[in-house]
Protein backbone atom coordinates (compact mmCIF):
# COMPACT_ATOMS: atom_id res chain seq x y z
CA UNK A 1 0.00 0.00 0.00
CA UNK A 2 1.60 3.44 -0.72
CA UNK A 3 2.96 6.02 2.28
CA UNK A 4 0.44 9.18 2.08
CA UNK A 5 1.42 10.61 4.97
CA UNK A 6 2.57 13.90 4.59
CA UNK A 7 5.18 16.01 6.68
CA UNK A 8 3.45 18.84 5.99
CA UNK A 9 0.27 17.51 7.77
CA UNK A 10 2.06 16.01 10.63
CA UNK A 11 3.82 19.35 11.56
CA UNK A 12 0.47 21.56 10.92
CA UNK A 13 -0.97 19.01 13.49
CA UNK A 14 1.54 19.48 15.75
CA UNK A 15 1.63 22.88 15.71
CA UNK A 16 -2.23 22.85 16.63
CA UNK A 17 -1.66 20.41 19.60
CA UNK A 18 1.30 22.27 20.92
CA UNK A 19 -0.61 25.47 21.44
CA UNK A 20 -3.84 23.73 22.69
CA UNK A 21 -1.95 22.34 25.51
CA UNK A 22 -0.12 25.79 26.48
CA UNK A 23 -3.65 27.47 26.60
CA UNK A 24 -5.12 24.28 28.19
CA UNK A 25 -1.94 24.76 31.19
CA UNK A 26 -2.67 28.78 31.47
CA UNK A 27 0.57 29.76 30.11
CA UNK A 28 1.16 32.52 27.81
CA UNK A 29 3.82 32.62 25.28
CA UNK A 30 6.51 34.51 26.80
CA UNK A 31 5.85 32.89 30.29
CA UNK A 32 6.90 29.51 28.20
CA UNK A 33 9.93 30.96 26.44
CA UNK A 34 11.29 32.53 29.46
CA UNK A 35 11.06 28.84 31.53
CA UNK A 36 12.43 27.14 28.84
CA UNK A 37 15.20 30.15 27.89
CA UNK A 38 13.71 30.36 24.49
CA UNK A 39 13.23 33.74 22.31
CA UNK A 40 9.52 34.40 22.65
CA UNK A 41 9.34 34.13 18.44
CA UNK A 42 10.56 30.54 18.39
CA UNK A 43 7.84 29.33 20.47
CA UNK A 44 5.32 31.20 18.38
CA UNK A 45 6.94 30.06 15.19
CA UNK A 46 6.37 26.68 16.53
CA UNK A 47 2.45 27.10 17.07
CA UNK A 48 2.27 28.92 13.71
CA UNK A 49 3.61 26.02 11.98
CA UNK A 50 6.40 28.82 10.69
CA UNK A 51 10.26 27.87 9.97
CA UNK A 52 12.64 25.08 10.48
CA UNK A 53 11.18 21.68 10.45
CA UNK A 54 10.63 20.83 14.73
CA UNK A 55 12.83 19.77 17.01
CA UNK A 56 11.87 16.31 18.95
CA UNK A 57 14.15 17.91 22.09
CA UNK A 58 12.22 20.94 21.97
CA UNK A 59 8.57 18.97 21.85
CA UNK A 60 10.00 17.47 25.09
CA UNK A 61 10.92 20.38 26.35
CA UNK A 62 7.58 21.75 26.10
CA UNK A 63 6.02 18.71 27.29
CA UNK A 64 8.01 19.16 30.58
CA UNK A 65 6.35 22.67 31.12
CA UNK A 66 2.94 21.51 29.98
CA UNK A 67 3.09 18.57 31.71
CA UNK A 68 2.67 15.70 29.46
CA UNK A 69 3.85 12.43 29.91
CA UNK A 70 3.26 8.91 28.93
CA UNK A 71 1.67 8.03 25.22
CA UNK A 72 0.37 11.65 24.92
CA UNK A 73 3.83 12.59 24.88
CA UNK A 74 5.07 10.03 22.84
CA UNK A 75 2.43 10.98 20.26
CA UNK A 76 4.14 14.35 19.97
CA UNK A 77 7.81 13.35 19.34
CA UNK A 78 6.76 11.18 17.13
CA UNK A 79 4.68 13.87 15.12
CA UNK A 80 7.86 16.23 15.44
CA UNK A 81 9.93 13.44 14.01
CA UNK A 82 7.36 12.81 11.24
CA UNK A 83 7.21 16.74 10.57
CA UNK A 84 11.41 16.35 10.10
CA UNK A 85 10.90 13.67 6.88
CA UNK A 86 11.12 14.95 3.57
CA UNK A 87 8.22 15.09 1.03
CA UNK A 88 8.19 14.04 -2.66
CA UNK A 89 7.36 17.67 -3.41
CA UNK A 90 10.73 19.09 -1.48
CA UNK A 91 13.21 19.05 -4.49
CA UNK A 92 10.97 21.58 -6.47
CA UNK A 93 10.75 23.62 -3.52
CA UNK A 94 12.42 26.75 -4.33
CA UNK A 95 10.45 27.06 -7.86
CA UNK A 96 7.25 27.14 -5.74
CA UNK A 97 5.39 30.05 -3.57
CA UNK A 98 5.43 29.02 0.22
CA UNK A 99 1.52 28.52 -0.27
CA UNK A 100 1.67 26.11 -2.75
CA UNK A 101 4.02 24.26 -0.90
CA UNK A 102 2.34 23.59 1.59
CA UNK A 103 -1.24 23.06 -0.21
CA UNK A 104 0.57 20.09 -2.25
CA UNK A 105 1.94 18.87 1.18
CA UNK A 106 -0.98 18.80 2.41
CA UNK A 107 -3.45 17.61 -0.76
CA UNK A 108 -0.66 14.53 -0.13
CA UNK A 109 -2.16 12.97 3.06
CA UNK A 110 -6.00 15.07 2.35
CA UNK A 111 -8.94 12.40 2.19
CA UNK A 112 -10.90 14.44 -0.75
CA UNK A 113 -10.17 18.04 -2.22
CA UNK A 114 -13.37 19.75 -3.58
CA UNK A 115 -12.09 22.42 -5.94
CA UNK A 116 -13.47 24.62 -8.26
CA UNK A 117 -11.64 26.25 -11.80
CA UNK A 118 -13.62 28.89 -13.95
CA UNK A 119 -10.85 28.89 -16.65
CA UNK A 120 -8.62 25.89 -16.64
CA UNK A 121 -9.06 21.73 -15.62
CA UNK A 122 -8.04 21.21 -12.49
CA UNK A 123 -3.82 20.15 -12.23
CA UNK A 124 -5.24 17.10 -10.68
CA UNK A 125 -7.17 16.38 -13.78
CA UNK A 126 -4.64 18.02 -16.40
CA UNK A 127 -3.09 15.75 -19.24
CA UNK A 128 0.68 16.49 -19.54
CA UNK A 129 0.16 18.55 -22.74
CA UNK A 130 -2.60 20.62 -21.59
CA UNK A 131 -0.28 21.64 -18.34
CA UNK A 132 2.40 22.22 -20.93
CA UNK A 133 0.30 24.86 -22.72
CA UNK A 134 -1.37 26.09 -19.50
CA UNK A 135 2.30 26.78 -17.86
CA UNK A 136 3.73 28.05 -21.17
CA UNK A 137 0.80 30.38 -21.03
CA UNK A 138 1.25 31.56 -17.58
CA UNK A 139 2.69 35.44 -17.05
CA UNK A 140 6.22 34.09 -16.21
CA UNK A 141 9.03 33.20 -18.90
CA UNK A 142 9.84 29.66 -17.97
CA UNK A 143 12.90 27.62 -19.79
CA UNK A 144 11.75 24.17 -20.96
CA UNK A 145 13.29 22.15 -17.89
CA UNK A 146 10.96 24.84 -15.61
CA UNK A 147 7.79 24.04 -17.71
CA UNK A 148 8.88 20.25 -17.49
CA UNK A 149 9.62 20.14 -13.98
CA UNK A 150 5.60 21.92 -13.25
CA UNK A 151 4.56 19.16 -15.59
CA UNK A 152 6.65 16.14 -13.20
CA UNK A 153 4.69 17.94 -10.14
CA UNK A 154 1.34 17.92 -11.41
CA UNK A 155 2.03 14.13 -12.58
CA UNK A 156 3.14 13.06 -9.74
CA UNK A 157 0.53 14.66 -7.36
CA UNK A 158 -2.02 12.98 -10.05
CA UNK A 159 -1.14 9.58 -8.48
CA UNK A 160 -3.04 9.79 -5.37
CA UNK A 161 -6.16 9.65 -7.78
CA UNK A 162 -5.27 5.92 -7.81
CA UNK A 163 -3.60 5.10 -4.75
CA UNK A 164 -4.93 3.19 -1.77
CA UNK A 165 -6.83 4.89 -0.03
CA UNK A 166 -7.32 7.14 -3.34
CA UNK A 167 -7.95 10.51 -3.24
CA UNK A 168 -11.71 11.93 -3.53
CA UNK A 169 -11.99 14.71 -6.22
CA UNK A 170 -15.25 16.63 -6.87
CA UNK A 171 -14.34 18.99 -9.14
CA UNK A 172 -16.96 21.82 -10.48
CA UNK A 173 -16.00 23.51 -13.74
CA UNK A 174 -17.27 26.11 -15.42
CA UNK A 175 -17.84 25.32 -19.37
CA UNK A 176 -16.15 28.34 -20.29
CA UNK A 177 -13.51 25.64 -19.12
CA UNK A 178 -14.34 23.85 -22.37
CA UNK A 179 -14.80 25.57 -24.64
CA UNK A 180 -11.21 27.48 -23.90
CA UNK A 181 -8.76 25.83 -27.19
CA UNK A 182 -5.56 25.27 -24.72
CA UNK A 183 -2.63 24.12 -26.64
CA UNK A 184 -4.90 23.45 -29.83
CA UNK A 185 -7.88 21.69 -30.85
CA UNK A 186 -6.21 18.37 -30.72
CA UNK A 187 -4.55 19.08 -27.15
CA UNK A 188 -8.06 20.36 -26.23
CA UNK A 189 -9.56 17.35 -27.57
CA UNK A 190 -7.74 14.22 -25.67
CA UNK A 191 -8.00 16.75 -22.43
CA UNK A 192 -11.97 16.65 -22.18
CA UNK A 193 -11.64 12.83 -23.08
CA UNK A 194 -9.25 12.55 -20.42
CA UNK A 195 -12.12 14.14 -18.18
CA UNK A 196 -14.99 12.09 -19.41
CA UNK A 197 -12.72 9.06 -18.73
CA UNK A 198 -11.56 10.15 -15.02
CA UNK A 199 -15.12 11.33 -14.09
CA UNK A 200 -15.94 7.46 -14.44
CA UNK A 201 -13.47 6.62 -11.37
CA UNK A 202 -15.17 6.06 -8.33
CA UNK A 203 -13.11 9.02 -6.43
CA UNK A 204 -13.90 11.74 -8.76
CA UNK A 205 -16.79 13.63 -9.51
CA UNK A 206 -16.82 16.26 -12.54
CA UNK A 207 -19.63 18.56 -12.42
CA UNK A 208 -19.87 21.38 -14.93
CA UNK A 209 -21.47 24.50 -14.57
CA UNK A 210 -23.55 25.97 -17.98
CA UNK A 211 -23.87 28.78 -19.48
CA UNK A 212 -27.52 28.82 -19.49
CA UNK A 213 -27.25 28.74 -15.12
CA UNK A 214 -26.20 32.48 -15.33
CA UNK A 215 -23.89 34.15 -12.62
CA UNK A 216 -23.24 31.81 -10.28
CA UNK A 217 -21.36 31.89 -6.60
CA UNK A 218 -17.85 32.26 -7.99
CA UNK A 219 -17.07 34.12 -11.11
CA UNK A 220 -13.69 34.53 -10.97
CA UNK A 221 -11.51 32.91 -8.74
CA UNK A 222 -10.42 29.29 -8.23
CA UNK A 223 -9.86 27.66 -5.16
CA UNK A 224 -9.25 24.12 -3.45
CA UNK A 225 -10.75 23.12 -0.01
CA UNK A 226 -8.90 20.45 1.61
CA UNK A 227 -10.22 17.49 4.18
CA UNK A 228 -8.32 15.52 6.04
CA UNK A 229 -9.11 11.64 7.47
CA UNK A 230 -8.70 12.57 11.06
CA UNK A 231 -11.40 14.75 12.53
CA UNK A 232 -9.16 16.94 14.57
CA UNK A 233 -7.21 18.16 11.09
CA UNK A 234 -9.26 21.11 10.68
CA UNK A 235 -10.08 21.66 6.84
CA UNK A 236 -7.98 24.11 4.71
CA UNK A 237 -8.59 26.22 1.48
CA UNK A 238 -5.89 27.28 -1.15
CA UNK A 239 -6.79 29.96 -3.38
CA UNK A 240 -4.78 31.18 -6.44
CA UNK A 241 -5.58 34.64 -7.29
CA UNK A 242 -3.51 36.80 -10.09
CA UNK A 243 -1.51 38.58 -7.03
CA UNK A 244 -0.48 35.46 -5.51
CA UNK A 245 -2.04 32.32 -3.92
CA UNK A 246 -3.29 32.31 -0.38
CA UNK A 247 -3.55 29.81 1.81
CA UNK A 248 -6.72 29.73 4.47
CA UNK A 249 -7.33 28.35 7.72
CA UNK A 250 -9.39 30.49 9.69
CA UNK A 251 -12.67 28.63 10.58
CA UNK A 252 -14.83 31.28 9.42
CA UNK A 253 -13.30 31.76 6.21
CA UNK A 254 -12.82 28.14 5.03
CA UNK A 255 -16.80 27.99 5.62
CA UNK A 256 -17.20 30.55 3.88
CA UNK A 257 -15.62 28.84 1.09
CA UNK A 258 -17.71 25.46 1.75
CA UNK A 259 -20.62 27.21 2.21
CA UNK A 260 -20.03 28.53 -2.06
CA UNK A 261 -18.93 25.00 -3.47
CA UNK A 262 -22.37 24.09 -1.90
CA UNK A 263 -23.86 27.00 -4.18
CA UNK A 264 -21.64 26.16 -7.09
CA UNK A 265 -22.04 22.57 -6.83
CA UNK A 266 -26.50 23.60 -6.73
CA UNK A 267 -26.20 25.56 -9.97
CA UNK A 268 -24.09 22.63 -11.63
CA UNK A 269 -25.01 19.51 -14.25
CA UNK A 270 -25.82 16.57 -12.41
CA UNK A 271 -22.38 14.17 -12.66
CA UNK A 272 -24.28 11.94 -15.34
CA UNK A 273 -25.48 14.94 -17.01
CA UNK A 274 -21.67 16.47 -17.14
CA UNK A 275 -20.28 13.75 -18.75
CA UNK A 276 -23.43 13.71 -21.66
CA UNK A 277 -21.83 17.31 -21.59
CA UNK A 278 -18.20 15.90 -22.28
CA UNK A 279 -19.32 12.95 -24.34
CA UNK A 280 -20.73 16.09 -26.70
CA UNK A 281 -18.33 18.24 -26.56
Not at 150 to 172: G, H, K, N, S
Not at 225 to 240: H, K, T, Y
Amino acid sequence: MPDRQSPTLRRRRLAQELRRLREEAGLKSAEVAARLEWTPSKLTRMERNEGKRPDPRDVRDLCEVYGVAGEQRKYLEQLARDGRRRGWWDPYDKMLTAATTTFIGLEAEAASVLVFEPLAVPGLLQTPEYADAVIRGGAMTLSDDQVQARIDIRTRRQQALYEDPALEVIAVLDEAVLHRIVGGRKVMCAQIEHLRQIAQLPNVTVQVIPYDAGAHASMSSSFNILRFPEPSDLDAVFVDLVAGEMFIEEPAEVKRYQSTFLNLVGAAASPANTLDILTNR
